[in-house]
């Protein structure tokens, strides 16, 4: 199987202030990393997963992929294109290719807008007016398990679990190969959650879909990724195929955040918190390894080397000096 | 209930009046925080836990109307107290967290500024305020107090900040904590720091915490007690070991097999509870759990079922615990 979307060396900064104030208060860098040297494969038909705390870089690695923040080195190819360089057709064409799925579908789907217009804007904005939209609608209303007269409604007449199978609809309106889901399930009830990951695992199995899940719930991934990375202050601590990861994790920020989650029977309480404190400053990066400030394994090496990537097996790799695996 | 409950709710039942009629958001529920203990609500979104807690800080909007039951708080009822005794009340006796720290802090005032302000009952000295402030700053794990105390909430992190929110609610040492969703809006790794500094907390003020979540992990990581809402209802309430062991209403069970935390073999495919909340503007007559009820048979469209004791502490509003 060949790779649908292929990054390589990703990297995206912002700068915090203009260069001549940098100077004058001596700023030595003026720019915050947020995503830094990403590199990673998707397999069509697959489902990857990127998992990270918030501020780790994984929302703004999904919108680079599809070219909303611009990125500052490294590249996105595409069925071996690299359509964010070539010019605006090849990006509205790559974005018939490839959807977005927002975080909290109630704030991204406009208010003043019904069910119907909303999941045709895509059309629209493609310039593909001569669709017949009243079918189209009722096709993706039925695709993703609403009633045919949720066309009429609002944003504000609508759950939560009914909102997000909009937002599916939404993204599903051009018939995309790949979805970039942000935070697909943030916000659902758990009952609500099963409905919409089973809705997506449908539609993949049924349209031969491709995911890029962002999320910061472990108990989620397991289930529906195939491959995830880990991500800390933009970059991948940790990458691999799903199931191994979690049976063996390398890196101890992986393994600390495995740990910090609660699990639900009263008999396993933890006694003691893993993972202390909070991510630092982006704009104050650490120098070495940036988890040396958390890891409870961090030594001397650790805060003056920057680990390069290593792997375990081919397909597993992290950046870890003291890797869980290597004591084994 | 319990004589040594620093709570009690007893058939407590509250609407709101709207447009289209008045929402019955809570019916008949009853529950009880003993002291020292911390109890847990667990439901989903619409199902009533924030005004059960808002009903017990004395807090309710103006459209919401009491039709029965009362609220003991150490014996006196919230309900029909003054705002004098309420305010004798709150943040000395009981205090509350919110959901969402960034709107329950005051953003143009210094941190320092708030937590001396609620101080006001206090004959005490800006300065010895000041150093209770700063003490309690640190209880809670941040660092350099006396310096951030001067800070504003936008200068700190929401893990920082719900943490402040935490040291506001114990200043004064009340009996009942009341947290709303503390940490919903937090990472995990920040979640298992609060849910750790809540059971310190507990331990050294002896004081008790009414848990509200919708998150199961979270309830069995910490309550002693949990209580189960659902569509405005108790369906269920027992020792923490009891609800997660030993369920016995029906939505229970599904709830717990809802959560994929809990599923051990990795599936593709994962349970839901089918159908969607009632519309609490028209209350099911029966049994509130039978439309979606995997369970249900005809005696639960019927009659309403009533509340079964069916453990030591726990009891179920189901026909099928009856037996």
Redesign the interface.
């Known amino acids: 199987m060949s790779a649908l979307l292929e990054i390589s060396n990703l990297r995206v900064r912002f700068a915090l202030t203009g260069p001549i104030k940098a100077r004058l208060m001596g700023l030595e860098n003026r720019f915050l990393d947020a995503v830094l040297d990403v590199s990673f494969a998707v397999t069509a038909g697959t489902t990857f997963a990127l998992v990270g705390e918030s501020g780790s870089g994984k929302s703004t690695l999904g919108r680079a992929i599809i070219g909303l923040v611009p990125t500052q080195g490294g590249s996105v190819r595409f069925q071996g294109g690299e359509p964010l360089r070539q010019g605006r057709a090849a990006v509205t064409a790559y974005r018939r290719q490839v959807a977005m799925m927002f975080q909290d579908p109630v704030a991204s789907l406009s208010p003043r807008l019904t069910v119907k217009s909303l999941i045709t804007e895509p059309f629209v904005i493609q310039g593909l007016k001569r669709r017949n939209l009243d079918a189209e609608a009722r096709r993706l209303l039925a695709l993703v398990g609403l009633p045919a007269d949720f066309v009429g409604r609002y944003p504000h007449q609508l759950s939560g679990g009914q909102a997000r199978r909009v937002g599916v609809a939404r993204a599903l309106a051009l018939s995309p190969q790949l979805i970039i889901a942000d935070e697909p399930t943030a916000g659902l009830d758990v009952s609500v959650q099963g409905e919409i990951l089973n809705l997506l695992t449908r539609l993949q199995r049924e349209l031969g879909l491709t995911y890029v899940i962002i999320t910061h719930n472990l108990a989620v991934v397991r289930h529906v990724s195939d491959e995830m990375a880990i991500m800390y202050m933009g970059r991948f601590l940790e990458h691999g195929p799903t199931q191994e990861i979690f049976a063996r994790a390398a890196h101890p920020y992986t393994h600390g955040l495995l740990a910090a989650q609660p699990r639900p029977d009263p008999d396993k309480r933890r006694d003691n918190v893993e993972l202390q404190g909070e991510v630092p400053s982006l704009a104050r990066r650490p120098v070495g390894c940036e988890f040396h400030t958390r890891c409870p394994r961090a030594r001397d090496l650790c805060r003056a080397v920057r680990p390069e990537r290593q792997t375990v097996t081919p397909d597993h790799s992290h950046r870890c000096h003291f890797p869980l695996t290597a004591a084994a | 209930m319990a004589a040594d409950s620093v709570l009690s709710i007893e058939g407590l039942s509250i609407e709101f009046q709207t447009p289209r009629g008045p929402v019955h958001a809570l019916r008949d529920v009853s529950l009880a925080v003993p002291r020292g203990s911390i109890v847990g609500i667990v439901g989903?979104?619409g199902s009533g836990k924030s005004t059960l807690s808002l009903a017990a800080m004395g807090l309710l909007p103006e459209n919401a109307t009491v039709r029965g039951g009362r609220i003991l708080f150490d014996g006196a009822d919230v309900l029909t107290m003054g705002t004098a005794q309420l305010r004798a009340l709150r943040g000395r006796r009981m205090a509350m967290v919110f959901q969402d720290p960034m709107t329950s802090l005051n953003p143009v005032l210094s941190i320092g500024a708030q937590m001396t302000d609620i101080q006001y009952r206090e004959r005490a000295s800006a300065a010895h305020k000041r150093a209770k402030a700063a003490a309690m700053l640190r209880r809670v794990g941040i660092p350099d107090p006396e310096q951030r105390l001067d800070n504003f909430p936008h200068e700190f992190?929401?893990?920082?900040r719900q943490r402040i929110a935490i040291a506001m609610g114990l200043l004064g040492s009340p009996e009942l904590l009341i947290a709303d969703e503390p940490t919903t809006a937090l990472?995990?790794?920040?979640?298992?720091?609060i849910?750790?500094l809540l059971r310190e907390l507990r331990r050294e003020f002896k004081g008790s915490i009414l848990f509200i979540s919708?998150?199961?992990?979270?309830?069995?990581?910490l309550c002693d007690h949990v209580v189960v809402l659902y569509a405005g209802e108790v369906v269920e309430q027992g020792t923490?070991?009891e609800i997660?062991?030993g369920p016995r209403h029906p939505y229970t069970e599904?709830?717990?097999v809802?959560?994929?935390?809990?599923?051990d073999a990795?599936?593709?495919?994962?349970?839901?509870?089918p159908g969607?909340v009632p519309n609490l503007l028209q209350v099911p007559a029966a049994c509130v759990f039978a439309p979606r009820c995997p369970k249900v048979f005809e005696r639960c469209r019927r009659e309403r079922p009533g509340d079964h004791a069916v453990g030591a502490a726990q009891s179920a509003r189901c026909h099928l615990a009856s037996a």
């Open positions: 989903e979104s992190s929401g893990g920082m990472d995990v790794t920040l979640e298992a720091q849910i750790h919708h998150n199961l992990g979270l309830i069995a990581e923490v070991r997660f062991h599904a709830l717990l809802c959560d994929p935390a809990r599923i990795v599936s593709r495919e994962l349970p839901t509870i969607d």
